[in-house]
């Protein structure tokens, strides 16, 4: 090589970097120790996938960017990712990674509903539409509030889906699907506790999330008599 010839390097190390994340994506479970069901065992952290701190708050969690953060994907991805394994674990964890994702919204709709004096007259109208976002497993639903409230909606919705992705994981709860929130429960394994794993994930965050915010004026929640 002549000398003072220089060897250019992509900026950042980027050739040394690629073989780390593949490793770091690649759906083997025994590189996983966060995994919900490891050969073939039912493992009792399944709360950590759809709220593991890392993160979809999806790995810190689903929900510290709820719907389109890049942690709430690589969540996302990584429940798929296991699902395309063909295995029972990969239905387990698409299945807490799914029941996770639809509690943030539906939390918040039942908390505009049943703590109105929490939340202006706009808050309470969409509130309702996420109803029907979170049994679709859209949970893109909690994004305005998370953005305006991320104090109190984040923590609440990461507990609720923690508990949710727990009881799924714990009952052997599995999903073949990997979207379709409640539209697809005909499908799913053990659908009761499926059921169950949800209203209790959804009630929780609810009621952490209306604990946690201060009730607000007549004149701002639009309640005055």
Known sequence: ????????????????????????????????PHASVRGGRRHPHGHLVPARPGWHGHELVRHLDPGRG??????YVFGTAMLA???????????????????????????TTFFKNRWSAADRKAGIVNYIMGLSFITEGAIPYAAADPGRVLPSCIVGSAIAGAISAGFGCTSPAPHGGAWVIAVIG???????ALAAGAVVAALALSFLKKPLA????GLAK
């Open 218 to 221: 007549p004149e701002e929640s």
């Open 70 to 75: 890049p942690f709430n994907k690589a969540a």
């Open 1 to 32: 090589m002549p000398r003072g010839r220089r060897i250019e390097r992509p900026c950042g190390g980027g050739q040394d970097r690629g073989p780390r994340l593949v490793a770091l994506q690649a759906p083997d479970e025994r590189r996983l």
């Open 190 to 196: 053990n659908p009761v506790m499926y059921l169950v």
């Open 85 to 111: 394994d063909g295995s029972t674990s990969g239905q387990i964890i698409m299945a807490s990674v799914m029941v996770g994702g639809m509690v943030p919204p539906l939390a918040i709709a039942l908390s």
